[in-house]
């Protein structure tokens, strides 16, 4: 595991055909959204010298299927914890039980060193959410499809 202690955030997908955004928090790597299929972003993820095998979390800001549709085989497959708002994650579907993990807006969530905190969005479906990662000292804010 790398040491060191700076957040790197690349988006590897992003539009109606698919969104996909990835987060290195010194060596700790997750996924906000999983829109595209696993091959596609296995490919992504390998340009940048990272695979899903290396992922430990994908967040879901939403349920609509351009940040869904490679969450069944990614998070199957790789055996990746799925975090989506308790309202979304009743429509997702393809995802083992064990793997799905819910939030209410506003709580904070740890992935390994990584704390995660919510806050809701608006746009056109049943439950959408932003995300501020926070790791070392560092943070950001990620929201998508506002409005």
Do not use: W
Not at 47 to 66: P, R
Not at 81 to 90: G, H, K, R
């Amino acid at each position: 595991m790398s040491t060191k202690k700076h957040i790197q955030i690349y988006t590897l997908f992003s539009g109606s055909s698919g969104n996909c955004t990835y987060i290195n928090c010194g060596g700790t790597e997750i996924l906000i959204d999983a829109g595209a299929y696993s091959r596609a972003t296995e490919k992504a993820l390998n340009s940048l010298g990272s695979s899903l095998s290396s992922i430990e979390a994908v967040l879901v800001t939403h349920e609509h299927s351009d940040h869904i549709k490679g969450l069944p085989v990614i998070s199957g497959k790789y055996r990746i914890p799925v975090y989506a708002e308790s309202a979304c994650a009743l429509k997702i579907k393809g995802v083992e039980p064990f793997l799905l993990n819910t939030f209410t807006p506003g709580e904070e969530i740890e992935i390994g060193p990584v704390a995660v905190s919510s806050f809701r969005t608006f746009h056109d479906s049943g439950s959408c959410c932003g995300f501020v990662v926070k790791y070392s000292g560092h943070s950001f804010g990620y929201a998508t499809d506002t409005g």
